[in-house]
């Protein structure tokens, strides 16, 4: 939600602990739309509905992409823990 929140064209810093969004989206994500969203082994790409809308809503922005590894200390990521935690609870309170 947070990248639906910026101004086309204002570049930003996205930082991630999971290596698999890193690849997916600076890696991946253009041979998979090119094979009908398909994997380089011909399987499914997993998820890809998540993709594809990270995908559009990526379009028009200038996003950094940073990995950070995951519990290590590192403040902001683990306060992102902290909110993604808060936040699944509460949707599952509901």
């Known amino acids: 939600k947070g990248i639906e929140a910026l ?11 999971s290596k698999y969004v ?13 094979n009908g969203w398909r994997t380089a082994a011909k399987k499914p790409v997993k998820n890809k509905d ?4 990270l995908d559009g809503v990526l379009d028009g922005h200038d996003i950094g992409w940073h990995w950070v590894k995951g519990h290590a200390g ?5 306060r992102a823990d902290q909110l993604a935690s ?8 509901t």
């Open 22 to 34: 890193m690849q997916g989206i600076t890696d991946w994500i253009d041979g998979w739309k090119r």
């Open 86 to 93: 808060a936040a699944a609870k509460a949707a599952g309170d």
């Open 74 to 78: 590192h403040a902001e990521n683990e």
């Open 7 to 17: 101004k086309p064209g204002n570049p930003a810093n996205l930082y991630t602990d």
């Open 50 to 53: 998540l993709w594809q809308m």
